[in-house]
């Protein structure tokens, strides 16, 4: 999983596409010239005549070849209409009609482009292919400790990447709402263009195991997502030479290279310390990278 790799893809798929409908927009244009060669002559004469047309600003001139655009568009529109010739075709039918299928308009990545990316970055980060979003928050069910967290997540958000905390802890009991913010964090950085790795602390230390015995590499995704999302830290079981050591390196390694990681655990700060060890928890609990989130509330699964 890789960002420029999918970048790249997407890019690749654009150009495809409109080579695609460039292609079948030249065969049906070549197909009816072929059968019609007197429509490909009017063509070619009322090119010739937009082109001068366009050339002159005033004069007598002016207004014959006015006069022989109208002439000439007036037989080609009845020759299409003898023929049942769709004249629509004759311009390629591009998906985007504002980017033409390039992925950039008004020198900007067209929304197409975006909404493509966000799609395969949404099914790169985990099996779920959608997440929570910040505005399915629910303030009903929401004490003011749940509204502060979800403000202080929104403005982090949209700070990135010049924010100062990578290193984003949510504290609380099961059923406080962690889970649902960082889906909301994971929506809103995917939406950005974000490569954003999601994983339970169950999958990322199976994923630790695999890669320890050589048959999979893809933990390495997880040092280099752009945000890495563990759920759930301290439900996994403790694994000899893989939890401990693979957790401290993974998260060793994105602190170095300032790549923000989002935590969200039942355990307290002294149970985080007395579960690994001191050198995981100092990383983590760094107060100059570290912004740590306490949820207070009571379960919303069973209040819902």
């Given at each position: ?11 690749q798929?654009?150009m495809l596409?409109?080579?695609r409908?460039i ?120 004490d ?5 967290a979800?403000?202080l ?24 709402g962690?889970?649902f913010?960082l ?14 790795c ?6 990322l ?80 609990a ?19």
């Amino acid at each position: 999983m890789n960002k420029q790799k999918i970048i790249n893809s997407i890019k690749q798929e654009f150009m495809l596409k409109r080579i695609r409908a460039i292609d079948e927009c030249e065969q049906y244009t070549q197909s009816v010239y072929k059968t019609h060669k007197e429509l490909r002559e009017l063509f070619m004469r009322y090119s010739k005549v937009r082109i001068e047309r366009m050339k002159k600003d005033y004069g007598s001139n002016l207004v014959e070849l006015e006069r022989e655009k109208r002439d000439l568009e007036g037989k080609i529109h009845h020759f299409v209409e003898k023929y049942n010739i769709d004249l629509s075709k004759f311009k390629p039918k591009y998906d985007c009609p504002y980017c033409e299928d390039t992925g950039v308009y008004n020198g900007k990545i067209c929304s197409c482009l975006l909404n493509e990316l966000n799609k395969k970055l949404s099914l790169a980060t985990s099996s779920q292919t959608t997440f929570k979003s910040f505005n399915d928050c629910n303030l009903d069910i929401m004490d003011e400790t749940d509204k502060k967290a979800c403000k202080l997540l929104k403005d982090w958000c949209n700070l990135y990447p010049k924010q100062s905390k990578i290193n984003i802890n949510i504290l609380g009991s099961a059923g406080c709402g962690k889970t649902f913010l960082l889906e909301c964090v994971a929506n809103e950085m995917i939406k950005k263009g974000n490569m954003v790795c999601y994983k339970t602390a169950f999958e990322l230390n199976e994923l630790a195991r695999l890669y320890h015995m050589g048959k999979s590499y893809e933990f390495s995704d997880c040092m280099d997502a752009d945000i890495l999302i563990i759920d759930d830290l301290g439900t996994e079981p403790v694994l000899k030479n893989v939890t401990k050591e693979y957790l401290y390196n993974l998260i060793n390694v994105r602190q170095i290279k300032k790549r923000p990681t989002f935590i969200s655990t039942n355990l307290s700060q002294n149970d985080i310390l007395s579960r690994y060890d001191e050198r995981i928890y100092s990383r983590l609990a760094n107060k100059n990278l570290a912004l740590n989130i306490s949820l207070t509330s009571n379960d919303k699964r069973i209040n819902n």
